[in-house]
């Protein structure tokens, strides 16, 4: 693991850089990995999504799955 020192718009750069240097399927991989990985900060069980009320379709993960 490195720690880098930098700028919020540096290290962005630095992270797009690394990621498109992956393949697409890697890339993809990667993404579904980012998504599937659980939060660090868990919502209550009541929270109501603003886009709840829009209708809007949402995707939720169940039982931390």
């Known amino acids: 693991m ?3 020192f930098a700028t919020k718009d ?3 750069k ?3 850089v690394d990621f498109l240097k992956l393949s697409p399927a890697d ?3 990667s993404f579904i990995d980012m ?6 900060f868990p919502l209550p069980e009541d929270y109501v999504h603003p886009n709840d009320k829009k209708g809007n ?4 993960k ?3 799955e």
């Open 14 to 16: 630095r992270r797009e």
């Open 35 to 40: 998504v599937c990985a659980p939060s660090p």
């Open 57 to 60: 379709f949402i995707l939720r």
């Open 27 to 29: 890339r993809l991989t």
């Open 62 to 64: 169940q039982n931390g």
């Open 10 to 12: 540096e290290n962005n």
């Open 2 to 4: 490195e720690i880098f």
